[in-house]
């Protein structure tokens, strides 16, 4: 039985905790003992905001241990894997100090708050031993691994190129500080980033174009292009100012020789180039599920991570500072 210890109580921690209730309900070999947030009497009385809705808005949490300290968490709790939701800032000292302290780590995206931060998280990992996975959640999300099963497996031929947009409204407030969030750019669009990079491998060179638009945000419209010797065209655009009734939107276009996907209002249309189109059957349920489950029954098994392994977390983050400087520089090719 995995135990686990939950760190962040705001809208990704509510996100996880409900897919280990759901988890524990269904036999996995896992179970919640506790959770620690600064706030966590007020975050457990109250609404978190997000793009997505959790199961609930308030939270019974009496059967779990809360804990406000990390470390009286650590002391009088029995874990062995910790999960850090929190913001990302703390990523890279945190789950460095839980890495070595002897626990593995699930730890939401992005990685840290900077590449170099990002591989030393990798580099902890490999030395205690410990399994380290970050949350890219669209890697497992059924969407968009029905993406890379096509890729994969070439049913539809080479790729020739694509596009991947992500939009909502503002997000909460901590976000808009972009000295701690990275902006749009880095919390928002890394997701598109990561997969281009899953699905096609690092680009070769990127040109990005941003704007600012809260002052202090960072970057809030984000554009970019990848580039790749094999002559593949890529884009994915992110916008977190989109305002009024808009509410959240993520979706994609992939064009391959015989054939082209379209992923929107959450669900997949595939449209051959011989023959009828047709809606792709999929899983409803949420990258988040899959991933946490993933984790767990890598801890219980002793396997790999191979989905998502550290390493190529802190990659796609090499990529994305790529792009910051390619905004800084007015869309300047930069090469990785």
Not at 275 to 284: N, T, Y
Request: with cysteine.
């Amino acid at each position: 039985m995995i135990k686990v210890g939950l760190i962040g109580f705001g809208f990704m921690g509510r996100m996880h905790f409900d897919n280990y209730v759901r988890l524990m309900k269904e036999g996995s070999p896992v179970e919640l003992k506790a959770i620690c947030d600064i706030q966590i009497e007020e975050l457990k009385n109250g609404k978190a905001i997000g793009n997505i809705a959790t199961d609930q808005e308030l939270y019974d949490l009496s059967p779990f241990n809360l804990y406000t300290n990390i470390e009286d968490m650590i002391a009088n709790e029995e874990l062995d894997m910790i999960d850090i939701t929190l913001p990302t800032g703390l990523h890279a000292q945190i789950t460095c100090s839980m890495l070595e302290k002897g626990y593995h780590v699930l730890c939401e995206k992005p990685i840290a708050r900077t590449a170099e931060q990002a591989w030393q998280m990798v580099e902890t990992a490999n030395q205690t031993g410990k399994k380290l996975m970050i949350g890219q959640c669209l890697r497992f999300w059924p969407a968009y691994e029905y993406a890379k099963a096509c890729v994969e497996d070439g049913r539809y031929g080479k790729p020739f190129g694509g596009s991947f947009f992500r939009g909502s409204g503002l997000p909460a407030p901590w976000f808009l500080d972009g000295s701690k969030s990275g902006g749009c750019l880095m919390d928002m669009h890394i997701h598109d980033t990561d997969m281009v990079h899953w699905l096609f491998g690092a680009p070769d060179k990127v040109s990005t174009i941003a704007r600012n638009v809260i002052p202090g945000s960072g970057y809030d419209i984000v554009s970019t292009h990848y580039v790749y010797d094999s002559g593949l065209v890529l884009n994915a655009q992110a916008d977190w100012t989109l305002q009024g009734d808009f509410g959240f939107e993520m979706s994609y276009r992939i064009n391959f020789e015989g054939g082209n996907l379209i992923f929107a209002n959450n669900q997949v249309k595939v449209n051959p180039n011989e023959g009828p189109s047709f809606i792709a059957e999929l899983s409803e349920d949420m990258g988040y599920y899959f991933e946490i489950r993933s984790f767990i029954e890598a801890l219980a098994n002793g396997t790999e991570l191979t989905v998502c392994t550290a390493e190529s977390a802190a990659r796609t983050l090499d990529i994305i500072e790529a792009e910051q400087k390619s905004a800084d520089n007015g869309g300047a090719f930069i090469t990785l």
